[in-house]
């Protein structure tokens, strides 16, 4: 798929990932919806302007359904259409299982996977009439390997991959291509804020020796994207840390 002109609705694209995802669809031509749970600032969306495209802010919960597809229709009337979904919107609430509340729980999976679920059953009627698309699912490797204290995160990560191979079976014949990206450590404001000596823990687990960065994890999104027979399939962007002989 030529990305030029295709329009692409990210979900928690106001920073981090989604925001590096977001300008590499706009140096490609892209027009973008920029997405997050409260209000865009202008200087954000002055950050596009570079790139001749058209870009959209519209706010609103993934976790609720009915908000979800308001979101997407009014992507709809503003664009013309989403051919491109990316639901990378997502929340950590860490804690032992032990200590975990149902709270902490059930708070992580609404956003990270009920989210998907909701802008993924908003969009998808659209994309199967117009027998072509793509989405793509922000997992992690913790939902492919689990992770101490990430009892939730992990289910919620894990669950997008079994949505994401599911939903690339129903609509595989209708032309839409749905896949997951599984990150390692990305570098992050996240990881900006683990002491030197974590961080040369967590380096010591990566084959490269070294912290993925946030632009490395969006050229594999836009090549997902542009891609005509690639489906049901999840690429970890880890260093090595979950590769199997």
């Known amino acids: 798929m030529e990305l030029t002109n295709k329009n692409v609705f990210i979900t928690g694209s106001t920073r981090g990932i989604g925001l590096a995802i977001a300008h590499k669809f706009a140096s490609l031509g892209a027009n973008l919806v920029i997405n997050g749970r409260s209000e865009i600032?202008?200087?954000l969306l002055a950050?596009?302007?570079k790139y001749g495209?058209?870009?959209v802010a519209i706010t609103g919960d993934?976790?609720?359904f009915a908000d979800a597809k308001r979101m997407v229709d009014e992507a709809i009337v503003a664009l013309g259409s989403v051919d491109i979904l990316i639901n990378n919107?997502?929340?950590?609430?860490d804690k032992l299982m032990l200590k975990m509340t149902e709270d902490d729980f059930e708070s992580v999976l609404k956003i990270n996977l009920t989210g998907a679920f909701n802008m993924t059953q908003a969009v998808l009627k659209p994309l199967?009439?117009?027998r072509q698309g793509a989405i793509i699912n922000m997992s992690s490797v913790v939902g492919l390997i689990g992770n101490v204290g990430q009892a939730n995160y992990s289910a919620s990560k894990a669950g997008l991959l079994g949505l994401t191979k599911s939903v690339a079976r129903e609509v595989a014949a209708r032309g839409v291509r749905v896949n997951a990206i599984a990150p390692g450590f990305i570098e992050s404001d996240m990881t900006d804020a683990i002491p030197d000596?974590?961080?040369?823990t967590m380096i010591a687990q990566v084959p490269m020796k070294r912290i993925g960065q946030a632009e490395e994890v969006a050229n594999v999104a836009a090549f997902l994207a542009s891609q005509e027979y690639i489906t049901g399939q999840v690429i970890?962007?880890?260093g090595g840390m979950t590769m199997q002989g």
């Open 41 to 43: 600032s202008d200087d």
């Open 47 to 49: 950050q596009f302007a």
């Open 53 to 55: 495209v058209k870009v």
């Open 62 to 64: 993934v976790s609720d």
């Open 89 to 93: 919107a997502g929340i950590t609430k």
């Open 128 to 130: 199967t009439k117009a």
């Open 197 to 200: 000596k974590m961080k040369d």
């Open 236 to 238: 970890a962007i880890d």
